[in-house]
């Protein structure tokens, strides 16, 4: 069995040791066969040790997930068991083994996914044991030479991509394909997220007596580049080409007192001012000591640059520069959107299905109670007790659920005094006034009887 592996320096053959490891030989030969590892970057070189390879994305983004195996694509575990043959070494140059991990559930036992290793040197012992060998180069050292040689950063990547572009199953030996596998009519395009990572491009052309600073400058506007588009994508930016305002001052190391009038009229003498604003805490109001200052015309903020740089306000020197925020266009940006959303129709933002989240009682039964702007009593003013399910006859205030003070006609209080009529007052609140006499007369009964029994007793 064998594999051609199309990268952007060259081609390269790797023969499969299927003898010795055919799980991890399975594993490689259907990714390849899935053209899972189209457009994978070489992401790491240690010169005259190793390459590593295998992640379709690359370790360095955060849409990685180091790699799968066949058997995880196909909806099973994401990792496997490779074989640790003994007679197998990294003694010669152009080992292509897996890259191992240990196993949570045991530090002794080694699992991998998809990424592998290929040996730039010979006689590396320190490998043995830990990257689980399954093939050897045969054809394409001159392209390992040139990933050998590339220019790297700090950590190992080279600055300039180096890409698988192609793979191609030369001879496949009759092998199974895993139930479930389906083969691919052509080359997948790549992904956003691989463009995503992608520094200087594999077809760019660089000078090669250019100094490390250009480069690395170079390097660095790719990536830039890259993070702009990432954040368009997401929607925190209306376009990856979007600059900040030319007009737009940001003074920081301000005092807490400071104030936006203070710097409104400090600064005011270089132009009109459109607006400056102290940013603030959202929850306390505290100053975070840095304002933004918007001019009406460029030249203005320009002046104010030149001339205000480690003034002292407020004893405390400032130091200005040209605002790099883009946060207002956003806001801007996005409102607008939504606000076009809005017009067309829809729901809440203009987007179907999606309402504003109603507060309590906000408009629950608003029609029920829009001669009637009250809500259910507890206790019910006529004729009910404190069990009572009725609702006051009158306009309430609040909603208290004390008892309410009764309040009775001054003509029915005057036939209780009469003895006439019946008051609507319940019982427990009426004033008995027979029984209360009744209870004192039999207190002074017994009381005048212990008097008289204790009398004869003292005669004795």
């Known amino acids: 069995m064998s594999v051609l592996l199309e990268t952007s320096l060259g081609d390269i053959t790797i023969d499969l040791l299927v003898e010795y490891a055919p799980n991890s030989c399975e594993n490689f030969i259907k990714l390849c066969k899935s053209k899972y590892y189209n ?4 992401h790491t070189v240690q010169p005259n040790f190793t390459l590593q390879t295998g992640d379709p994305i690359g370790p360095g983004s955060k849409d990685s997930d180091g790699g799968s195996s066949i058997w995880g694509l196909l909806k099973g575990r994401r990792t496997f068991i490779p074989e640790f043959h003994p007679k197998l070494k990294h003694n010669e140059r152009g080992t292509v083994s897996m890259a191992t991990a240990p196993t949570t559930w045991d530090p002794d036992q080694r699992e991998a996914g998809s990424q592998f290793l290929i040996t730039l040197g010979d006689k590396l012992e320190y490998l043995d044991g830990k990257a689980a060998i399954f093939g050897r180069v045969v054809e394409g050292f001159d392209t390992l030479e040139k990933m050998n040689t590339s220019f790297l950063d700090d950590d190992g990547r080279p600055l300039k991509d180096i890409r698988i572009r192609h793979t191609i199953v030369l001879d496949e030996a009759g092998m199974p394909d895993p139930p479930g596998f389906v083969e691919p009519p052509e080359s997948p395009s790549p992904t956003a997220a691989q463009l995503a990572t992608v520094r200087i491009a594999d077809d760019e052309e660089i000078d090669e007596d250019a100094d490390q600073e250009a480069v690395e400058n170079l390097r660095r506007e790719r990536e830039a580049r890259a993070q702009a588009l990432t954040l368009e994508m997401v929607g925190d930016l209306p376009f990856a080409e979007v600059a900040p305002p030319e007009n737009v001052l940001f003074v920081c190391k301000l005092n807490p007192v400071t104030r936006d009038e203070d710097l409104e009229l400090i600064f005011g003498r270089f132009g009109k001012i459109l607006s400056c604003e102290v940013i603030r805490d959202k929850r306390t109001g505290d100053s975070l000591q840095y304002a933004f200052i918007e001019f009406a015309e460029r030249e203005m903020c320009e002046q104010a640059y030149f001339k205000m740089q480690d003034v002292l306000i407020d004893d405390h020197r400032i130091h200005v520069d040209f605002s790099q925020s883009v946060s207002r266009l956003a806001d801007v940006w996005r409102d607008a959107t939504n606000s076009k959303r809005k ?43 404190p069990h009572s399910k009725g609702r006051d006859s009158r306009p309430s205030g609040g909603r208290s659920r004390s008892p309410p003070r009764w309040r009775r006609d001054p003509s029915e209080t005057k036939r209780d005094r009469q003895g006439g009529g019946q008051s609507s007052t319940p019982d427990r609140y009426r004033t008995r006034r027979p029984d209360r006499e ?19 007793k003292r005669r004795k």
């Not at 457009?39 to 070489?42: K, S, W």
């Open 438 to 456: 009744r209870d004192r007369s039999r207190e002074r009964r017994r009381y005048h009887y212990d008097d008289r029994d204790r009398e004869p």
């Open 343 to 385: 017009n067309q129709g829809g729901g809440f933002g203009g987007i179907e299905g999606l309402e504003k989240k109603r507060q309590y009682r906000a408009q629950h039964d608003s029609g029920a109670r829009k001669g009637n702007e009250r809500y259910g009593m507890v206790f019910d003013e006529r004729g009910g007790g």
């Open 39 to 42: 457009y994978a970057p070489i």
